[in-house]
């Protein structure tokens, strides 16, 4: 079962996924450099808490 929050983090990162596979390295980097410190700790926040729910569901198989 995944609470609420952890659904959101799923969706930002699949759509995120999506953004980095539709779109070219040079829009990725122009996206990139105009985030503002904030969106880089949510960016950051959010693959802390994807590697933790990866790890959990790799301990359970």
């Given at each position: 079962v995944v609470s609420r929050q952890e659904a959101k983090v799923l969706q930002s990162y699949?759509?995120?996924n999506q953004f980095?596979?539709?779109?070219?390295?040079?829009?990725?980097?122009?996206?990139?450099?105009?985030?503002d410190a904030a969106s880089v700790e949510q960016?950051?926040?959010?693959?802390?808490?994807?590697?933790?729910?990866?790890q959990a569901r790799e301990e359970q198989e």
């Open positions: 699949n759509h995120l980095l596979a539709s779109s070219n390295p040079d829009i990725v980097a122009a996206f990139a450099d105009h985030l960016i950051e926040a959010i693959a802390t808490r994807l590697q933790a729910l990866r």
